[in-house]
Nanobody, 120 residues
Framework: QVQLVESGGGLVQAGGSLRLSCTAS????????MGWYRQAPGKQRELVAT???????RYTESVKGRFTMSRDRAGNTVYLQMNSLKPEDSAVYYC??????????????WGQGTQVTVSS
C-alpha cells in the first residue's frame, strides 16, 4: 500500500551539491524510520542515513558533516542534502520506509532508486 518515489539525482562535479527527495504515498498508520541507502556497481548496498520518528538522525562515517537528512511531515517526504560531494559518493541511492500499515501489519518498502554521479 506504500509506494516510495525518489528524485533529485544527477551528474555533479566534485565539491558540488545535490538534494534527493523521497515521497511516500498510500495508507500509513504510523512509521518507525526512514532511511537512505546507496549501492555502487558490484558493491553491496550501504546504509547512508536514517531518520527516526522522533527525528533523530544517524549517518555513516564517510558522509558525516557533508550529508543531512530531514523530514517534511505534512508532505510525507524525506530529503537528503548532499554537500561537498566526492567521486566515491557515486551510486544509486534508495529510499526505505519501515512502519505499520495498520496496528498489526509492519512493512519495509523500497523506492526505485535515483542515480548520483560525481565527476572528477
Amino acid at each position: 500500500q506504500v509506494q516510495l518515489v525518489e528524485s533529485g539525482g544527477g551528474l555533479v562535479q566534485a565539491g558540488g551539491s545535490l538534494r534527493l527527495s523521497c515521497t511516500a504515498s498510500g495508507t500509513i498508520f504510523s512509521f518507525n524510520s526512514m532511511g537512505w541507502y546507496r549501492q555502487a556497481p558490484g558493491k553491496q548496498r550501504e546504509l547512508v542515513a536514517t531518520l527516526s520518528h522522533e527525528a533523530v538522525t544517524r549517518y555513516t562515517e564517510s558522509v558525516k558533516g557533508r550529508f543531512t537528512m530531514s523530514r517534511d511531515r505534512a508532505g510525507n517526504t524525506v530529503y537528503l542534502q548532499m554537500n561537498s560531494l566526492k567521486p566515491e559518493d557515486s551510486a544509486v541511492y534508495y529510499c526505505n520506509f519501515l512502519g505499520y500499515m495498520d496496528p498489526t501489519t509492519v512493512m519495509s518498502t523500497w523506492g526505485q532508486g535515483t542515480q548520483v554521479t560525481v565527476s572528477s
